[in-house]
T-cell receptor, first 113, second 113 residues
Framework: DAKTTQPPSMDCAEGRAANLPCNHS???????VYWYRQIHSQGPQYIIH???NNETNEMASLIITEDRKSSTLILPHATLRDTAVYYC??????????????FGKGTHLIIQP | DGGITQSPKYLFRKEGQNVTLSCEQN?????MYWYRQDPGQGLRLIYY???????QKGDIAEGYSVSREKKESFPLTVTSAQKNPTAFYLC????????????FGSGTQLSVL
């Protein structure tokens, strides 16, 4: 699996868009970008994933650059409840051979009131 | 409601004692996982199971054991051989065909007395 690089922490004002970057310059053509978040003392929660097209769901948007070497997770209107550690994970589709995901240290996003 | 239940929320272990952490899911997922998280760190994979009666070692299996006798249950035993067991333990499951979309429980905090 390709290595990812994320800033250790970020601040964002409540109500503003939170843009979380992730660098994955060694990503392969068959590897997806996954985002999870972990609120303090809870288990991680899946947010979104994508291959090369931009994706949007009810939680967030995922923007992947054309060369796929980096991506940005966007929380359009951040609230205090979005304070969490956000993990960017790059992983090829396993085809059902489930052997787990690798979670690094992620980015600690702090939403300021 | 469907989900993953971990119990207990907090657990204390005495020196030389084995303890078992419970993980139950009613999501009808085939794959289940155990992760360990130390303060300020990412998640490390202990064991995973793709199907009933089968499981594989993850990155840090030494000092741990698991069983998968039922699809719904994947208990983790922390044995006395695990010399540094204090950590936050997370159980997860994933559906067939979407094995990168993990659903996590709320975790068990294990401490040594």
């Amino acid at each position: 699996d390709a290595k990812t690089t994320q800033p250790p922490s970020m601040d964002c004002a409540e109500g503003r868009a939170a843009n979380l970057p992730c660098n994955h310059s060694t990503i392969s053509g068959n590897e997806y970008v996954y985002w999870y978040r972990q609120i303090h003392s809870q288990g991680p929660q899946y947010i979104i994933h994508g291959l090369k097209n931009n994706e949007t769901n009810e939680m967030a948007s995922l923007i992947i650059t054309e060369d796929r070497k980096s991506s940005t997770l966007i929380l359009p209107h951040a609230t205090l409840r979005d304070t969490a550690v956000y993990y960017c994970i790059v992983r090829a589709y396993s085809g059902g051979g489930a052997d787990g995901l690798t979670f690094g240290k992620g980015t600690h996003l702090i939403i300021q009131p | 409601d469907g989900g993953i239940t971990q119990s207990p929320k907090y657990l204390f272990r005495k020196e030389g004692q084995n303890v078992t952490l419970s993980c139950e899911q009613n999501l009808n997922h085939d794959a289940m996982y155990w992760y360990r998280q130390d303060p300020g760190q990412g998640l490390r994979l202990i064991y995973y199971s793709q199907i009933v009666n089968d499981f594989q070692k993850g990155d840090i299996a030494e000092g741990y054991s698991v069983s998968r006798e039922k699809k719904e249950s994947f208990p983790l035993t922390v044995t006395s051989a695990q010399k540094n067991p204090t950590a936050f333990y997370l159980c997860a499951s994933s559906p067939r065909g979407q094995t990168e979309k993990l659903f996590f429980g709320s975790g068990t905090q294990l401490s040594v007395l």
